[in-house]
Each structure stands twice: as structure tokens, then as C-alpha cells.
């Protein structure tokens, strides 16, 4: 399919990405569609009665849109770090992001429990304090590069993680049993309130990182030549950072860590279109929805009426995937 | 060379000051008094063990098994106990050894016990190798329900630590007082056709508001829910401990919602917002230590959910 596109682009480009991003967009309907026909009661397509009203509306619908905005934040997120460090690995978790946003809820949860803006709030100062430590650390007298950039976020991460699991192992029994099913990536929690922060999250850092776009293309080159050519390498960094710290930030205040998104799905979209940035950053939002509506549907109707985490599932199909393309190219 | 020569040295060194440190705290006393013939007992799972002829320092690694050890008199003999033992109050101030599922080895095994008793089988597999390497008998107790508590449980505790005339007396006042909620809810008997009267109430167990966890058929609480003139809404989900969806729950409509009482568990989730438990203002908090611990005071859990079940019957 890949090769078949770039020999259509070389015709008419615009009519290809237009091409591409309805077929998204249709398929992503159809998914939202399904995933709401899907779950562990029944529901008839017509007449509901008021309980299956409620079963559809109070708790289906919220969970479906939920996962789609955070699936969508999370590829986002992963398609812009991976252009700015022109590395195809970084993504949220690798350098530091979501551990940070984890910890910042999970204070919120144990000291602030009453007040509801309280996990997105430290969420997102947690997820901003993590990439500004990275930053710092990685910059020197010689300026900043890449590897410096890769290794601090990776020690970023594992220095967050050993004080998420020193917390857990502190926090008394009930506390812990929610939260090791949150650190899975888990939406059943989702409420309307959480599609809102998260979706209006998604909206402002997926407009911000779109408007990027054409600094990053010429960014992914060299920063030295994108700085020839006038990008003011800077100010991209910093609204690139802000902005994927703002989407990972409210997605896992919303659903915990929900691994592999931000790495699988811009890569799937690169291998689709091409790696024009412009295209690529809200295609990955709509590839990254699919997947996690997906996934969601999976992890709620496979063990019904039992559940199973999200973040289980997107592993189980991130994975293998990752090392298909990996060998394939 | 010369480094590692100097190192070895200091690790000997360490090692042996270590020795004297352990060999000092560990002090021997009373019950190192002669013990005569090891005699075997019959644990919960059917295994033999072989204990001494008296059984003077033991760990529990389970809250409900500090309790029973204490109902039947035997609570002066515990030497260690987990982080959650925390009734009776005296319980509170001996030995800690870790948790359930992670306790330390080392602090069980500086203790000197005779007997560890672990509550599952999975602490079965993961501990005994190790305890009984180091000379400790490990015992089985895992009643999986109140006649199991009264009936196999609590006699054999006694015979162990030789209170049996103790043991006895909990068990047949356990028994009585099971017999007499059974008499009035009439719900002990429907176990094994699968259901009970026309009476029963549809009773929905929610350990955890978030996530959504509750009770399935094979934990013990589904008994009790009987025996309580109720039965689950749940009973057709196998796993004990199961996280539901909370379409179903919504789907369930329980005429009564049961909390296990806790910090984060004082209300229902949301998905019970129109059910006829909520409406009519059925939601009963039970104390989460009484309803999660096969113990002797599963028994007061059993008699205030049978009271909050049917009011009119206990008048």
C-alpha cells in the first residue's frame, strides 16, 4: 500500500492526501460506531428503555470518546517529539513525559482527592517539569544534541518510575489496587468532565503542533539548516514541548499510562503518506483514535462482564507490530 | 590484586561482625524448653504437618488467621504478624513481617518460629520451600466458608496449640449463632440447587467504587449473601474478586448495595445511580475487616447483613 500511494503522490499529491485523510476519517466513524454498538450489555439499535439509555450515554459513549481523544493526544504528541529529536523512538514514555504526568496524578489522587481539577492541573505541571528537566539536562556548553537529549530522557524515566513504585508500595492496600490498574492504562473511569479536558487538550496541542509543521519539516533535516533557512529553532522546541506536555498530560490524568500509541501509530502514518508533517501530525491524531477506540473495545468486551486494562491490549497488538514494520524496512 | 585482597578482608570482616550482631539479638528463652515427640497435624488443605508436641512461637501471615489464633486463646504465642494484623488491639504491637504477599523472609526466619501459617495457596507455593529449608512447619488455614470456620478451622487450631476445649467453645457458639440466622432468614439451604427462596434479595457487593470491583461465586461472600436471605447479582461471575463493567452494573439493578467500608468506598459508583437500591435508599456500609477475612468475625458480617437485608424479620 505504501508504495502504491508514493507512486500516486508523484501524480497529484494534494488528491492523495485528501484521498487518505477522508478514508481516516470515514474509518474512524465507522469505528466510533461500532465501538458503540459493542460492550458487555446488549443494547438494541432502537427503542431503549431508560436504563439502556443511561448504559449508553452515561457510561458507553464518555468511555469511547475518552479513548479516542486520548489515543489521538498520545499519537500526536509522539509524531511531533519524533520529528523534533529526529529520532523514530521518541515518544511520550521514552522521554520522561508520562512518568511525569503519572506522579502529578498521583498526588493529585492521595493529597488533593476533592478537588476534580486537581489530576489534570498536576498532570500537566508534572509532564511540563519532566521535559524542562530533560531540556536542561541535555543542554551543554556545546548546545544541545540528540543522544544527550534520548539519554536524559531515559534517565528522567526510570528516576520517575522508581518513585511512582516507591509510592504505590507506601499507599495503603485500597489506594493501591486502583492504581495498579491505572498505571496499566485503564478508561473505565471516564466521565464527561474527562472527555472535555482531555479532547479540549487534544484540540489546542493539536493545533499548536500542526501550526509547527512546516518548521519541523525542515527541522527533521538538521537543526543547523533549519536554522539557515530562517526557523527559529528555539521558540518550535518550546511549543512543541508545551504542547505534547498539554495532551500527555490530560490523557493520563484521564486513562493512566497507555503504552505504545505514540510510538506505533506515527510510524504506520509515515509509512502511508510520507513524512510531511503537516499531513502526518493530524493524521496520526486520527489513526491514533482508531486505535485506542479499538483496543477499548477489545479490553471491555472480551472477558464481559469482566474487564481488561487498555493498556494491556494496545501492548498486545503494539508490540508485535512494531517489530513487523521494524523488519520489514 | 592488592585492592581485592584488601576488600575480601573487609567483607570477612563485615560478614563476621554481622554473625555476632545476629547471634546476640536472637536470645534464646522459654520456648526453647525441651520439646518432646513431634506429632503430625492435619492442616486446611489436607497436609500433614509436623509440628512439636508444643507449639509456642508462631507468624501469621494473614489478618484472619491472627484472629483466629487469638479467638481460641493462642494470640501470646504469636511472635510475628503482617502490616494489615490490626484486631484485636493487641495485635497491633507484635512483630511486624512484611505483608501478605510480600513478607520478609529473613525477619520471619530471625523469629525462630514453629509454625508460619499462610492463608492461600499461592503463599503456600511461594514461602513454604523456603521456611521449611529452614526447619519451620508451614499450616494451611483457608476455611472457605462459615461451617468450614467452625467445623474444620477453629477444632483443629485448637488441637494444634492444645486449647481444644477453647477452640471448641468458639466453634459451637459460631455454630449457634449461624444456626439462628439461618432459622430466621431461611437462606442457608438453597446452595446447592443454585438459588434460594422467592424471598431472596438481589444484593450487589462493591468492595471498590473505582475501579469497579466486586464479588463473584467463589469467593466466600457469596455464602454469606445467602445464608443472609439475599443472593448476588453477581453469582453468575465466576472470579472471586472480579473488576466488572460497569454497564452491567448499571444492567444489575440490586435491590441492595453492600459497601465494604473504606476510605475511597463510602459511595455507589455511578452506574447505580437509578438502581432500586439507590432509589430506595437500601445502601448498607459494612466494616471492610469483618467482610473481607474468613475469621471468627465473619460471623458479626454475616448477622448485620442478614439484619440489614430483611429488617422485618428481626424485630
Redesign the interface.
Known amino acids: 500500500m505504501a508504495t502504491y500511494l508514493t507512486t500516486v503522490r508523484k501524480n497529484d499529491p494534494k488528491l492523495n492526501y485528501l484521498l487518505v485523510g477522508g478514508g481516516l476519517l470515514l474509518l474512524l466513524i465507522i469505528v466510533l460506531f461500532g465501538a458503540a454498538m459493542l460492550?458487555?450489555?446488549r443494547l438494541p439499535l432502537f427503542d431503549l428503555t431508560?436504563?439502556q439509555r443511561?448504559?449508553l450515554f452515561?457510561?458507553?459513549l464518555p468511555r469511547i470518546l475518552l479513548g479516542a481523544c486520548v489515543g489521538a493526544s498520545l499519537a500526536v504528541a509522539g509524531a511531533g517529539l519524533q520529528s523534533l529529536l529526529r529520532n523514530p523512538l521518541a515518544e511520550p514514555y521514552l522521554l520522561g513525559v508520562s512518568n511525569g504526568a503519572a506522579l502529578g496524578t498521583m498526588l493529585a489522587f492521595v493529597y488533593f482527592?476533592s478537588f476534580e481539577w486537581a489530576r489534570p492541573l498536576l498532570a500537566f505541571a508534572g509532564a511540563g517539569a519532566a521535559t524542562v528537566a530533560v531540556y536542561r539536562m541535555a543542554r551543554s556548553r556545546t548546545g544541545m544534541n540528540v543522544e544527550r537529549l534520548v539519554l536524559s530522557g531515559v534517565i528522567v524515566t526510570t528516576f520517575l518510575s522508581s518513585v511512582i513504585v516507591m509510592l504505590t508500595t507506601l499507599l495503603d492496600?485500597?489506594?493501591l489496587?486502583?492504581f495498579t490498574?491505572?498505571l496499566l492504562g485503564?478508561l473505565?473511569?471516564s466521565?464527561m468532565n474527562g472527555v472535555y479536558i482531555s479532547c479540549g487538550a487534544l484540540l489546542v496541542g493539536t493545533l499548536v503542533m500542526t501550526s509547527q509543521a512546516k518548521a519541523l519539516n525542515l527541522m527533521m533535516v538538521g537543526e543547523r539548516d533549519a536554522f539557515d533557512f530562517g526557523v527559529e529553532v528555539g521558540r518550535v522546541r518550546l511549543l512543541v514541548f508545551g504542547a505534547a506536555s498539554l495532551v500527555v498530560g490530560a490523557a493520563v490524568a484521564a486513562s493512566g499510562s497507555v503504552g505504545y500509541v505514540g510510538l506505533i501509530v506515527p510510524h504506520l502514518v509515515r509509512l502511508t503518506v510520507g513524512t510531511d508533517n503537516r499531513y502526518v501530525i493530524p493524521f496520526s491524531a486520527i489513526v491514533g483514535g482508531i486505535f485506542v477506540v479499538f483496543a477499548d473495545t477489545v479490553a471491555?468486551t472480551a472477558i464481559?462482564?469482566?474487564?481488561l486494562p487498555v493498556g494491556a491490549i494496545t501492548a498486545l497488538i503494539g508490540a508485535p507490530l512494531f517489530i513487523y514494520l521494524l523488519r520489514k524496512n | 590484586m592488592r585492592n581485592s585482597l584488601k576488600l575480601s578482608a573487609i567483607l570477612i570482616l563485615a560478614a563476621a561482625v554481622m554473625g555476632a550482631c545476629r547471634g546476640s539479638t536472637v536470645a534464646p528463652n522459654a520456648a526453647d524448653a525441651p520439646k518432646h515427640e513431634p506429632r503430625a497435624v492435619t492442616d486446611d488443605m489436607g497436609r500433614r504437618v509436623t509440628v512439636p508436641a508444643a507449639v509456642t512461637r508462631v507468624v501469621s501471615l494473614a489478618p484472619s488467621v491472627t484472629e483466629m489464633i487469638f479467638a481460641v486463646g493462642a494470640g501470646d504465642r504469636l511472635v510475628g504478624v503482617t502490616t494489615f494484623c490490626n484486631y484485636p488491639e493487641q495485635a497491633r504491637s507484635i512483630a511486624k513481617i512484611g505483608d501478605t504477599m510480600t513478607p520478609n523472609m529473613e525477619t520471619i526466619v530471625a523469629l525462630r518460629p514453629d509454625v508460619v501459617f499462610v492463608s492461600s495457596a499461592s503463599q503456600l507455593e511461594g514461602f513454604t520451600k523456603l521456611l521449611e529449608q529452614n526447619g519451620i512447619a508451614v499450616y494451611v488455614i483457608d476455611p472457605q466458608s462459615l461451617p468450614d470456620l467452625y467445623g474444620k478451622s477453629l477444632r483443629q487450631l485448637g488441637t494444634l496449640f492444645d486449647k481444644y476445649d477453647d477452640a471448641s467453645r468458639l466453634a459451637d457458639s459460631l455454630e449457634r449463632r449461624h444456626r439462628d440466622i439461618c432459622r430466621i432468614t431461611n437462606g442457608c439451604a438453597g446452595r446447592a440447587e443454585g438459588g434460594t427462596g422467592p424471598a431472596a434479595v438481589r444484593v450487589f457487593v462493591q468492595v471498590s467504587r473505582e475501579p469497579l470491583f466486586t464479588v463473584g461465586r467463589s469467593s466466600f461472600l457469596s455464602q454469606v449473601i445467602r445464608d443472609a436471605g439475599g443472593i448476588l447479582a453477581t453469582e453468575n461471575v465466576e472470579t472471586a474478586f472480579p473488576k466488572l463493567s460497569k454497564e452491567t452494573a448499571s444492567a444489575l439493578n440490586p435491590e441492595v448495595l453492600i459497601l465494604s467500608d473504606s476510605e475511597d468506598n463510602k459511595e455507589p459508583n455511578d452506574a447505580f445511580k437509578n438502581a432500586p437500591a439507590v432509589k430506595n435508599g437500601r445502601v448498607y456500609r459494612v466494616n471492610a475487616d469483618l467482610i473481607s477475612r474468613p475469621g471468627p468475625r465473619l460471623i458479626d458480617a454475616l448477622e448485620q447483613i442478614a439484619m440489614d437485608l430483611h429488617p422485618e424479620k428481626f424485630r
Open positions: 460492550g458487555a450489555e431508560e436504563q443511561s448504559i452515561d457510561i458507553r482527592q492496600a485500597a489506594k489496587r486502583s490498574f491505572w485503564d473505565s473511569q466521565t471491555r464481559a462482564p469482566r474487564e
